[in-house]
């Protein structure tokens, strides 16, 4: 408590610069002799002693609007959803999809959609719905006899809209 309102730094005077020789911080007051940084108002912001500036050596790259952004795409490999139904925070009976992964923490809760991607083994016949899949993770699945749906055509088949009806 006695270090809060310490008030050393109240007490103490502040420095004047340049008020003469014998106060350590006159004539030029710390700052050297002449040139720009002797000088009041000037700053030199990027200046790199005339080699050509970190900002100019750089390409220009892309456009990043900020109302587009791509919505967050949660991706999960094979073997990572193995781990899980081995370490039991996954039942390999009930439907693993975007919500359950969510409530489990294993993904972004901000993900809008998810992608299962088909690093790792899996052993457990499982039930997943996703957005989209990667032809090795569809092919692993259709070999160990999984089932595998694509949650956006199921979502087109509850309003009632084919294909054929969107074209």
């Known amino acids: 408590?006695?270090?809060?309102?310490?008030l050393n730094r109240i007490k103490e005077k502040k420095m004047r610069v340049g008020r003469g020789i014998g106060s350590g911080k006159g004539k030029t007051s710390g700052r050297g002799h002449k040139g720009q940084?002797?000088?009041?108002g000037v700053a030199i912001k990027s200046f790199e002693?005339?080699?050509?500036?970190l900002y100019r050596r750089l390409p220009k790259r892309g456009f990043n609007p900020i109302k587009?952004?791509?919505?967050?795409?949660?991706?999960?490999n094979l073997g990572k959803i193995q781990y899980f139904i081995e370490k039991k925070?996954?039942?390999?009976k009930e439907k693993i999809n975007l919500e359950l992964l969510k409530k489990l923490n294993i993904i972004n809760k901000n993900s809008a959609k998810l992608k299962v991607l088909g690093t790792g083994e899996i052993k457990s016949k499982i039930i997943i719905e996703a957005?989209?899949?990667?032809?090795?993770a569809k092919s692993k699945l259709e070999k160990i006899g999984a089932t595998a749906s694509n949650s956006a055509k199921i979502k087109l088949e509850k309003i009632g809209a084919t294909a054929e009806k969107l074209k």
């Open 37 to 40: 940084k002797s000088r009041s």
């Open 131 to 136: 957005d989209s899949f990667s032809s090795s």
């Open 1 to 6: 408590m006695t270090t809060l309102n310490s």
């Open 89 to 92: 925070s996954i039942d390999n």
């Open 49 to 53: 002693g005339g080699q050509m500036p």
């Open 68 to 76: 587009n952004k791509k919505k967050h795409i949660g991706k999960i």
